[in-house]
């Protein structure tokens, strides 16, 4: 016997073989004659039947992860099947004994959430799972076929770059270090870095700092926001996508740098991972078929038409309401706004006439800001005059200015609402494997 996954199982369709599989239960029917297993191994969403005895399946049920091996066969309705001769329980699952999920039925994202550990065995879960993977890797693929580095930015930082208050402070919680920094005659009230330290909010200005020397490069890692909401829209942790890129003068040219980058991930999981896209979507998949540009306005169209089409003017800023709003307008196509009053926006972005900055939000539909970007401001006495009063915090940003800089522009991706988007997830939270949100951090 060799041993096969159910994905390569039904790529490589070995009629007449003999092999060994092994994976979870996901339902049994029972004949006098023959029990009908369909067994899962995470290789694919797709399932494999196995057929056996009746005789032999007597203590299996639903849940249960067994390793069976038989013959290859085609099923009286053309699919592959194994006709087995035996089979190993290797972990019984008995309900009765407080296992959440029945067989053959549906619950609801939040009771599931209640129940994280066993959350990655659901048909959806196990779908979004792979289907972060494949996107993941995708990203990777691309910016490295168009020249961009990957740079592994730190997760500590003494620096907030979105300037929004919404760090994580840290400390260590140690006595051991305390006691051996007392020893060392180091004051004990003084912090373990020397100065404040943080869970990084974004990798933006380390990355600006490499952006001078590699030109072309991103960071995709773990960013953290002290943010009260328990929106379905907002995590205290996520995977952010941040890319910069040096010689770069033009916001068309950064933003068709974003329009390309969505479009190639959402093409190559259609063309490679439908099955996947198909169970978490339900099938509706007509939001990811983008073959128009995507939508480019300017912050102040935004406003125009939110007040005179939508009648939903707003004094200050574009909320989720308004984005929603916005992506439905436009009938699902993706939304640049772009050129936004600096009041609203980071102190790093180019100034540009009227009180505006060079900056983007892109809007996707059901889910709103994906990404936001913008070129950075190259001269050094506005961009001293934006940062906050006698911040020496950013002493070596304003620096980078000084010695052969060249202007660079970059944005950030949240891959978690880029993967909400993709898969029509009504809440963030059911789009990473572990989410963090305010309270919520048990398992
Ligand atoms: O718009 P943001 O704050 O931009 C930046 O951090 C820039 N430094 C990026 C850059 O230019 N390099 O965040 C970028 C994206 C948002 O568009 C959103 O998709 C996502 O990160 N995001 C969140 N996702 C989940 N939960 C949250 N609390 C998020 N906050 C932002
Ligand atoms: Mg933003």
């Known amino acids: 016997y060799s041993h096969s996954s159910i994905l390569n199982i039904l790529k490589t369709a070995p009629l007449g073989q003999q092999i060994s599989v092994q994976g979870w239960i996901k339902s049994l029917r029972k004949q006098k004659e023959l029990t009908f297993i369909e067994i899962n191994d995470g290789s694919t969403c797709k399932n494999l039947q196995i057929t056996l005895p009746s005789n032999l399946s007597k203590n299996i049920t639903v849940g249960a992860s067994i390793s069976s091996k038989g013959l290859v066969k085609q ?88 300037g929004a208050g919404e760090t994580f402070k840290i400390e260590p919680d140690s006595e051991k270090l305390l006691k051996s920094m007392a020893k060392e005659n180091q004051p004990l009230h003084s912090a373990y870095f020397n100065k404040k330290a943080y869970l990084t909010v974004s990798g933006q200005l380390h990355l600006e700092t490499v952006a001078q020397a590699l030109n072309k490069v991103y960071c995709f890692a773990p960013t953290f926001r002290a943010e009260n909401s328990k929106s379905r829209f907002h995590l205290s942790e996520f995977y952010m996508l941040e890319l910069e890129q040096a010689f770069l003068n033009n916001l068309d040219d950064l933003l068709k740098v974003a329009e390309d980058l969505v479009k190639h991930v959402i093409k190559a999981l259609l063309d490679r991972h439908l099955d996947d896209l198909q169970v978490c979507t339900n099938g509706k998949i ?141 809440n963030i939270k059911d789009c990473i494997p572990f989410p963090r949100w305010p309270h919520n951090c048990k398992l």
């Open 75 to 162: 099923s009286p309705k053309g699919q592959l099947e194994i006709s087995a001769e035996d089979f190993t329980l290797i972990g019984e699952c008995d309900i009765s004994k407080g296992y959440p999920f029945a067989p053959r039925k549906q619950y609801e994202p939040e009771y599931v959430r209640e129940n994280m550990h066993f959350r990655p065995r659901t048909r959806l879960f196990s779908s979004v799972l792979r289907i972060r993977h494949a996107a993941t890797l995708e990203i990777h693929n691309y910016l490295d076929s168009i020249g961009y580095f990957n740079i592994h930015t730190p997760l500590i930082t003494s620096n907030d770059c979105e």
């Open 286 to 426: 007509d939001h990811l078929l983008i073959n128009k540009p995507f939508i480019r306005i300017s912050y102040l169209e935004a406003q125009q038409i939110l007040s005179t089409k939508l009648n939903k003017s707003s004094l200050k800023g574009i909320g989720k309401e308004h984005e929603l709003a916005l992506t439905n307008y436009f009938e699902g196509v993706p939304v640049f706004v772009i050129n936004w009053p600096e009041n609203l926006k980071a102190f790093y972005m180019k100034q540009i006439p009227e009180n505006n900055v060079a900056a983007f939000d892109l809007l996707a539909s059901g889910v709103g800001e994906i990404a936001g970007g913008s070129l950075r401001e190259d001269n050094f006495e506005k961009l001293k005059s934006r940062l906050p009063i006698n911040n020496s915090e950013f002493d070596w940003y304003l620096d980078l200015r000084k010695f052969g800089y060249v202007p660079t522009g970059g944005f950030g991706l949240g891959f978690e609402r880029f993967v909400q988007f993709i898969l029509g997830i009504e």
